[in-house]
């Protein structure tokens, strides 16, 4: 088999840079070691910022999450008893939109399934071969047991953290960044209405809590918790009554309950590699590079990642013989710029939000002193705004 970007990782990463290279009549091929129906319903993030919306709606993916997606102008921070809303629109002309990854991916994999290009989920055995030569390959065994040669160009590596592509890079030659932080997030789905039209962060002496949605009809919320943490010690009615003690104010709060439809505990880590390249394979989404989940910038960076990668491609097999590889080498260079700052902005989320057993009273102090900042400041506003709703690409 013959293609010109081989890409691993049927997430929003691989699927948007495929749909991305088809409409540039750049021709892929996408493997997926999963199902469809287990990517279509994987429960992964749910905010889009303003761009990520934007490069969708472009990609011809987008008339479903202008439909059902949730827009928000703002959030509302809770801390000491009391509520603060940041206002995105007023701030920044600009708000976010929920709509779950998921349904993202499913919009993607229609979208693949109707250029009638090659999707191949359940894969196995995958191998990244000839990484530094100008005509790698990727070997791999079909559904039906079939052995599978994959000629390119390159290779695009979306296989998220735990896929194949990052390890296949030689020893030495990526440095990593990492910081595993001391709690997580216990996470739920339930079948209620949310208590609120947009998301509430809150801070708590008893840790934080999160409140958002996937619809109208259907509530995400989390409570911080230890990284090892029993699930079988948090029965329903526990749960809804922690959450309802950490969202609590002053004049009260009415949280509505109902069936919890899925529970589960998600670590917090920061991770980072660099480069994000390596001869004809390249790196992108959390194959190179992980946020905590407090700042929603996780699916927001691999869109970002591929709208570079995508550029260029498409500079390589339309550009001038003598510069085609120009784009592709900056590529790490370019997203790694965005990276970190967005992995400030998660870090400084985390960190002002969450409780941790290495705080004492001074710390403790200081965290609500830069709440009220945030909360009392117009610049300080501002800078969250920023960051919230998007850096540019």
């Given at each position: ?6 890409i691993i990782g049927?997430g ?8 991305l ?26 905010l ?27 959030v ?12 995105f ?8 939109t ?5 349904e993202?991916?499913k ?14 989920f359940?894969v196995?055995d ?10 790698p ?13 994959l ?15 990052r ?5 030495g030659v ?53 990284p090892d ?11 809804w009554?922690e ?5 609590s ?7 509505p ?23 004809r394979?390249?790196?992108?989404g959390?194959?190179a590079h992980i ?7 996780g ?6 990642d ?16 003598t510069a085609?590889m ?6 790490s260079?370019?997203c ?5 700052k ?9 960190t002002l ?7 004492n ?11 009220d ?7 300080a ?12 690409i």
């Amino acid at each position: 088999m013959r293609t010109q970007v081989a890409i691993i990782g049927a997430g929003p990463a691989g699927l948007l840079l495929a749909q991305l290279l088809h409409l540039r009549g750049i021709d892929s091929v996408v493997l997926e070691i999963k199902s469809q129906h287990y990517v279509e319903h994987r429960v992964r993030a749910g905010l889009l910022e303003h761009q990520s919306v934007d490069i969708l709606q472009d990609a011809g993916v987008g008339e479903r999450m202008m439909r059902e997606g949730l827009q928000h102008e703002g959030v509302e921070l809770r801390f000491a008893g009391r509520g603060h809303r940041i206002d995105f629109a007023a701030l920044t002309g600009r708000g976010v939109t929920i709509y779950g990854q998921q349904e993202v991916v499913k919009d993607l994999v229609a979208a693949r399934l109707a250029t009638g290009r090659p999707l191949f989920f359940e894969v196995s055995d995958v191998s990244v071969h000839g990484l530094g030569t100008s005509s790698p390959h990727v070997r791999f065994r079909e559904a039906n047991g079939s052995e599978t040669v994959l000629q390119c160009d390159f290779i695009a590596g979306c296989d998220g953290f735990h896929g194949i592509c990052r390890p296949s890079i030689p020893a030495g030659v990526l440095k990593v960044f990492e910081r595993v932080y001391p709690f997580a997030w216990l996470g739920i789905l339930a079948d209620v209405a949310p208590a609120s039209d947009e998301l509430i962060y809150a801070n708590h002496e008893r840790g934080f809590a999160l409140l958002t949605m996937r619809s109208p009809t259907v509530s995400r919320l989390y409570l911080q918790c230890a990284p090892d943490e029993d699930l079988a010690q948090w029965p329903d009615e526990r749960i809804w009554s922690e959450l309802a003690t950490r969202l609590s104010t002053r004049d009260g709060f009415d949280l509505p309950v109902g069936p919890i439809t899925q529970k589960g505990v998600t670590p917090m880590r920061s991770f980072v590699v660099e480069p994000m390249q390596h001869g004809r394979l390249f790196l992108a989404g959390d194959a190179a590079h992980i946020v905590p989940p407090t700042g929603a910038k996780g699916m927001n960076s691999a869109i970002a990642d591929v709208c570079v990668l995508a550029e260029g491609f498409v500079h390589f097999y339309g550009g001038q013989r003598t510069a085609r590889m120009e784009k592709l080498n900056t590529y790490s260079t370019k997203c790694l710029r965005r990276i970190w700052k967005v992995q400030r902005f998660s870090w400084w989320v985390t960190t002002l939000m969450h409780r941790s057993d290495e705080d004492n009273d001074f710390d403790r102090r200081r965290q609500l002193a830069e709440l009220d900042y945030l909360a009392s400041s117009q610049a300080a506003a501002l800078t969250f705004a920023e960051n919230y709703v998007g850096l540019p690409i």
